[in-house]
Protein backbone atom coordinates (compact mmCIF):
# COMPACT_ATOMS: atom_id res chain seq x y z
CA UNK A 1 0.00 0.00 0.00
CA UNK A 2 0.51 4.01 -0.71
CA UNK A 3 1.47 6.10 2.28
CA UNK A 4 -1.54 8.00 1.79
CA UNK A 5 -3.39 4.95 2.05
CA UNK A 6 -2.48 3.62 5.62
CA UNK A 7 -2.56 7.39 6.59
CA UNK A 8 -6.46 7.03 5.20
CA UNK A 9 -6.62 3.39 7.08
CA UNK A 10 -5.94 5.06 10.21
CA UNK A 11 -7.77 7.53 9.87
CA UNK A 12 -10.96 5.61 9.21
CA UNK A 13 -10.17 3.41 12.30
CA UNK A 14 -10.20 6.20 14.54
CA UNK A 15 -13.71 7.09 13.50
CA UNK A 16 -14.78 3.59 13.51
CA UNK A 17 -14.12 3.55 16.40
CA UNK A 18 -15.46 6.79 18.12
CA UNK A 19 -18.81 5.60 15.74
CA UNK A 20 -18.96 2.46 17.24
CA UNK A 21 -18.85 3.89 21.23
CA UNK A 22 -21.73 5.95 19.93
CA UNK A 23 -24.12 4.12 18.56
CA UNK A 24 -22.78 0.99 16.51
CA UNK A 25 -21.52 1.64 12.36
CA UNK A 26 -18.45 2.20 12.47
CA UNK A 27 -17.64 -0.88 9.91
CA UNK A 28 -19.34 1.54 7.43
CA UNK A 29 -16.10 3.85 7.58
CA UNK A 30 -13.43 0.60 7.20
CA UNK A 31 -14.93 -1.38 5.13
CA UNK A 32 -15.44 0.55 2.10
CA UNK A 33 -11.85 2.09 2.56
CA UNK A 34 -10.38 -1.48 2.62
CA UNK A 35 -12.36 -2.36 -0.19
CA UNK A 36 -11.15 0.32 -2.04
CA UNK A 37 -8.04 -0.47 -1.91
CA UNK A 38 -8.31 -3.67 -3.05
CA UNK A 39 -8.55 -5.65 -0.10
CA UNK A 40 -11.20 -8.76 -1.34
CA UNK A 41 -14.88 -7.78 1.12
CA UNK A 42 -14.88 -11.27 2.89
CA UNK A 43 -10.90 -10.24 3.85
CA UNK A 44 -12.09 -6.86 4.91
CA UNK A 45 -14.62 -7.92 6.66
CA UNK A 46 -12.36 -10.29 8.54
CA UNK A 47 -9.80 -7.38 8.60
CA UNK A 48 -11.97 -4.90 9.83
CA UNK A 49 -13.29 -7.32 12.67
CA UNK A 50 -10.01 -7.83 14.30
CA UNK A 51 -9.12 -4.20 14.12
CA UNK A 52 -11.96 -2.53 15.65
CA UNK A 53 -11.73 -4.75 19.10
CA UNK A 54 -9.12 -2.69 20.83
CA UNK A 55 -12.37 0.26 19.89
CA UNK A 56 -14.97 -1.65 21.67
CA UNK A 57 -12.68 -2.64 24.25
CA UNK A 58 -11.71 1.09 24.88
CA UNK A 59 -15.53 2.32 24.47
CA UNK A 60 -16.62 -0.32 27.23
CA UNK A 61 -14.00 1.10 29.52
CA UNK A 62 -15.75 5.21 28.82
CA UNK A 63 -19.22 3.76 29.26
CA UNK A 64 -18.18 1.94 32.76
CA UNK A 65 -20.73 4.17 34.83
CA UNK A 66 -23.36 3.35 32.54
CA UNK A 67 -22.16 -0.49 32.33
CA UNK A 68 -22.24 -0.68 36.51
CA UNK A 69 -24.98 -2.40 37.67
CA UNK A 70 -26.22 -4.34 34.39
CA UNK A 71 -23.27 -6.61 35.21
CA UNK A 72 -25.81 -9.92 36.15
CA UNK A 73 -28.30 -9.28 33.04
CA UNK A 74 -24.84 -9.30 30.85
CA UNK A 75 -23.50 -12.24 31.85
CA UNK A 76 -26.79 -14.24 31.06
CA UNK A 77 -27.27 -12.44 27.80
CA UNK A 78 -23.03 -12.98 26.82
CA UNK A 79 -23.69 -17.01 25.63
CA UNK A 80 -26.11 -15.44 23.13
CA UNK A 81 -23.73 -13.38 21.63
CA UNK A 82 -21.35 -15.93 21.65
CA UNK A 83 -23.29 -18.09 19.76
CA UNK A 84 -24.66 -16.36 17.51
CA UNK A 85 -21.25 -14.33 16.55
CA UNK A 86 -19.80 -18.35 15.88
CA UNK A 87 -23.37 -18.80 13.53
CA UNK A 88 -22.27 -15.63 11.88
CA UNK A 89 -18.40 -16.02 11.46
CA UNK A 90 -19.66 -19.62 10.03
CA UNK A 91 -22.05 -17.97 7.42
CA UNK A 92 -19.63 -15.69 6.34
CA UNK A 93 -17.38 -18.65 5.18
CA UNK A 94 -19.97 -20.52 3.52
CA UNK A 95 -22.19 -18.39 1.90
CA UNK A 96 -22.10 -15.45 -0.74
CA UNK A 97 -20.94 -11.96 -0.07
CA UNK A 98 -24.43 -10.63 -1.00
CA UNK A 99 -26.33 -12.99 1.18
CA UNK A 100 -27.39 -10.86 3.91
CA UNK A 101 -27.02 -7.52 2.66
CA UNK A 102 -30.07 -8.08 0.41
CA UNK A 103 -32.15 -7.44 4.03
CA UNK A 104 -29.39 -4.96 5.94
CA UNK A 105 -31.24 -1.72 4.65
CA UNK A 106 -34.53 -3.06 5.61
CA UNK A 107 -33.01 -3.84 9.20
CA UNK A 108 -31.45 -0.77 9.67
CA UNK A 109 -34.63 1.66 8.82
CA UNK A 110 -36.70 -1.03 11.48
CA UNK A 111 -34.33 -0.64 14.31
CA UNK A 112 -34.34 3.83 13.54
CA UNK A 113 -38.05 3.56 13.58
CA UNK A 114 -37.33 1.72 17.15
CA UNK A 115 -34.98 4.39 18.31
CA UNK A 116 -37.71 7.05 17.36
CA UNK A 117 -40.15 5.48 19.02
CA UNK A 118 -38.56 4.19 21.92
CA UNK A 119 -39.45 6.78 24.09
CA UNK A 120 -42.93 7.16 23.36
CA UNK A 121 -43.42 3.11 23.89
CA UNK A 122 -41.46 3.92 27.43
CA UNK A 123 -43.99 6.52 28.23
CA UNK A 124 -47.01 4.45 27.16
CA UNK A 125 -46.06 1.43 29.03
CA UNK A 126 -45.03 3.48 32.55
CA UNK A 127 -48.56 5.32 32.37
CA UNK A 128 -50.37 2.03 31.99
CA UNK A 129 -47.94 0.51 35.23
CA UNK A 130 -49.25 3.60 36.83
CA UNK A 131 -53.14 3.35 36.04
CA UNK A 132 -52.76 -0.31 37.48
CA UNK A 133 -50.52 0.37 40.33
CA UNK A 134 -48.12 -1.91 38.99
CA UNK A 135 -44.42 -1.51 40.08
CA UNK A 136 -41.86 -0.84 37.54
CA UNK A 137 -39.65 -4.27 37.02
CA UNK A 138 -35.85 -3.75 37.43
CA UNK A 139 -35.32 -6.62 35.31
CA UNK A 140 -37.98 -8.30 32.43
CA UNK A 141 -40.05 -11.23 33.48
CA UNK A 142 -39.00 -14.38 31.60
CA UNK A 143 -41.05 -13.59 28.77
CA UNK A 144 -39.19 -10.29 27.76
CA UNK A 145 -36.11 -11.85 29.25
CA UNK A 146 -36.69 -14.40 26.65
CA UNK A 147 -37.29 -11.83 24.14
CA UNK A 148 -34.05 -9.90 24.98
CA UNK A 149 -31.93 -13.08 24.38
CA UNK A 150 -33.62 -13.82 21.06
CA UNK A 151 -32.48 -10.31 19.73
CA UNK A 152 -28.91 -10.23 21.26
CA UNK A 153 -28.62 -14.03 19.67
CA UNK A 154 -30.22 -12.79 16.08
CA UNK A 155 -28.03 -9.50 16.30
CA UNK A 156 -24.92 -11.36 16.70
CA UNK A 157 -25.59 -13.48 14.13
CA UNK A 158 -25.20 -10.57 11.81
CA UNK A 159 -22.65 -9.10 14.30
CA UNK A 160 -20.71 -12.12 13.04
CA UNK A 161 -21.39 -12.07 9.80
CA UNK A 162 -21.32 -8.29 8.42
CA UNK A 163 -20.90 -6.60 11.29
CA UNK A 164 -22.10 -3.05 10.25
CA UNK A 165 -24.82 -1.33 12.23
CA UNK A 166 -25.32 -3.87 14.56
CA UNK A 167 -25.04 -1.70 17.07
CA UNK A 168 -27.87 0.14 15.71
CA UNK A 169 -29.97 -2.64 15.17
CA UNK A 170 -29.69 -4.44 19.14
CA UNK A 171 -29.90 -0.60 20.35
CA UNK A 172 -33.57 -0.17 18.29
CA UNK A 173 -34.79 -3.39 19.22
CA UNK A 174 -33.52 -3.97 22.81
CA UNK A 175 -35.30 0.17 23.53
CA UNK A 176 -38.25 -1.59 22.39
CA UNK A 177 -38.16 -4.44 25.52
CA UNK A 178 -36.38 -2.55 28.44
CA UNK A 179 -37.09 -0.21 30.36
CA UNK A 180 -33.36 1.05 30.53
CA UNK A 181 -32.23 4.95 29.48
CA UNK A 182 -30.51 4.87 25.79
CA UNK A 183 -27.33 5.49 27.78
CA UNK A 184 -27.46 2.61 29.91
CA UNK A 185 -28.72 0.36 27.02
CA UNK A 186 -25.54 1.85 24.22
CA UNK A 187 -23.24 0.68 27.45
CA UNK A 188 -24.66 -2.92 27.35
CA UNK A 189 -24.49 -2.57 23.57
CA UNK A 190 -20.74 -2.23 23.81
CA UNK A 191 -19.87 -4.82 25.69
CA UNK A 192 -22.43 -7.20 23.38
CA UNK A 193 -20.61 -6.39 20.59
CA UNK A 194 -17.54 -6.72 22.07
CA UNK A 195 -18.18 -10.24 22.70
CA UNK A 196 -19.33 -10.65 19.13
CA UNK A 197 -16.32 -9.32 17.63
CA UNK A 198 -13.77 -10.71 19.87
CA UNK A 199 -15.94 -14.28 19.11
CA UNK A 200 -15.82 -13.87 15.35
CA UNK A 201 -12.25 -12.22 15.20
CA UNK A 202 -10.90 -15.65 16.81
CA UNK A 203 -12.83 -18.00 14.28
CA UNK A 204 -11.33 -15.49 11.37
CA UNK A 205 -7.94 -16.20 12.42
CA UNK A 206 -8.12 -19.57 12.81
CA UNK A 207 -9.26 -20.46 9.92
CA UNK A 208 -9.01 -17.44 7.47
CA UNK A 209 -5.49 -16.45 8.98
CA UNK A 210 -4.37 -16.31 5.05
CA UNK A 211 -6.49 -14.33 4.34
CA UNK A 212 -6.45 -11.21 6.53
CA UNK A 213 -4.79 -8.17 5.63
CA UNK A 214 -2.48 -7.97 8.62
CA UNK A 215 -1.37 -4.39 7.94
CA UNK A 216 -4.50 -2.83 7.71
CA UNK A 217 -5.63 -4.70 11.13
CA UNK A 218 -2.88 -3.07 12.88
CA UNK A 219 -3.97 0.43 11.05
CA UNK A 220 -7.75 0.22 12.06
CA UNK A 221 -6.63 -1.19 15.89
CA UNK A 222 -4.74 1.61 16.46
CA UNK A 223 -7.37 3.88 15.39
CA UNK A 224 -10.00 2.46 16.64
CA UNK A 225 -8.39 2.09 19.90
CA UNK A 226 -8.58 6.31 20.69
CA UNK A 227 -11.30 6.34 18.82
CA UNK A 228 -13.28 4.56 20.58
CA UNK A 229 -12.37 5.57 24.04
CA UNK A 230 -12.25 9.43 23.19
CA UNK A 231 -15.97 8.74 21.37
CA UNK A 232 -17.28 6.89 24.55
CA UNK A 233 -16.37 9.98 26.56
CA UNK A 234 -17.85 12.26 24.39
CA UNK A 235 -21.14 10.17 22.99
CA UNK A 236 -22.26 9.21 26.90
CA UNK A 237 -22.52 13.22 27.80
CA UNK A 238 -25.36 13.62 25.22
CA UNK A 239 -28.94 14.15 26.26
CA UNK A 240 -31.03 11.70 25.22
CA UNK A 241 -32.64 13.29 22.76
CA UNK A 242 -29.27 14.22 20.78
CA UNK A 243 -28.06 10.93 21.43
CA UNK A 244 -31.30 9.42 19.13
CA UNK A 245 -30.58 12.24 16.59
CA UNK A 246 -27.31 11.15 16.42
CA UNK A 247 -28.22 7.20 16.04
CA UNK A 248 -31.10 8.43 13.40
CA UNK A 249 -28.55 10.70 11.20
CA UNK A 250 -25.80 8.20 11.30
CA UNK A 251 -28.39 5.39 10.41
CA UNK A 252 -29.24 6.78 7.51
CA UNK A 253 -26.01 7.04 6.43
CA UNK A 254 -25.42 3.80 6.90
CA UNK A 255 -28.70 2.68 5.09
CA UNK A 256 -27.39 4.86 2.23
CA UNK A 257 -23.99 3.52 2.18
CA UNK A 258 -24.85 -0.30 2.45
CA UNK A 259 -27.44 0.42 -0.31
CA UNK A 260 -25.21 2.33 -2.66
CA UNK A 261 -22.15 -0.73 -2.17
Known sequence: MEIYELVLILLAGVGAGAIN????????????????FGVPPVSATMSNALGLVPGNIASSFGYREEIRGQGKRLLKLLPASL??????????????????????????????????GQPMLQRSLKQRRLRTGAAEPEEPGPGRALVVTLIVFACAIYGGYFAAAQGIILVGLLGLVLTDSIQKINGAKNILVLVVNVTSATVYTIV???????????????????????????????????????????????????VSM
Open 21 to 36: AAVGSGTLITFPVLVA
Open 83 to 116: LGSLVGAYLLLHLPDDTFESVVPILIILALVLVI
Open 208 to 258: GFDRISWISVLLIAIGSLFGGYFGARVSRRLSPVLLRTVIVVLGLVAFWRI
